[in-house]
C-alpha cells in the first residue's frame, strides 16, 4: 500500500521561496502520475501541478504558471513542488495525491482520479 507524506511547508514572507517534498513508502513512486493540489481557507481543493510517470508536467491553475514547478526523483521516491515568488494567496494546505491509473504520459488535475494522499503540509505566506 502506497503511503504519502508531504513536508517543507513553513511561515515564509512574500516574495519568498520553499519547497515542498512528498516522500513515498509502500510503492515505487515511479509507478504512479503525482499531483499536488492545495485547499486555501475557505476554498475548495484544487489541482496546482502534476506530472506523469515519464516525466512530462501540467500545471492546472493559472495563478502558479511560471513560478511553481514539479519534478520527480524516482530513485528517492520523491515528487518536489517548488514554489518561487510566493504571495499571500499562495497560502494554503498542500497535498500531494498519485495516480496509478493512468497512461504512462498522462497526469490529472481532477483530485478523485487520485487514489492515494498524504496529510497535507501548511504553507503561509505573510510578512
Known amino acids: 500500500q502506497l503511503q504519502l507524506v508531504e513536508s517543507g511547508g513553513v511561515l515564509v514572507q512574500p516574495g519568498g521561496s520553499l519547497r515542498l517534498s512528498c516522500g513515498a513508502s509502500g510503492s515505487p513512486l515511479a509507478d504512479y502520475a503525482v499531483g499536488w493540489f492545495r485547499q486555501r481557507p475557505g476554498k475548495e481543493r484544487e489541482g496546482v501541478l502534476c506530472?506523469?510517470?515519464?516525466?512530462?508536467?501540467?500545471d492546472y491553475v493559472d495563478f502558479v504558471k511560471g513560478r511553481f514547478t514539479i519534478s520527480r526523483d524516482n530513485a528517492k521516491n520523491i515528487v518536489y513542488l517548488q514554489m518561487n515568488s510566493l504571495k499571500p494567496e499562495d497560502s494554503a494546505i498542500y497535498y500531494c495525491?498519485?495516480?496509478?491509473?493512468?497512461?504512462?504520459?498522462?497526469?490529472?488535475?481532477?483530485?478523485?482520479?487520485?487514489?492515494?494522499w498524504g496529510q497535507g503540509t501548511p504553507v503561509t505566506v505573510a510578512s
Open positions: 495525491a498519485a495516480d496509478a491509473a493512468r497512461l504512462r504520459s498522462d497526469c490529472s488535475g481532477r483530485g478523485t482520479d487520485y487514489q492515494y
Open positions: 506530472v506523469s510517470r515519464d516525466g512530462l508536467r501540467a
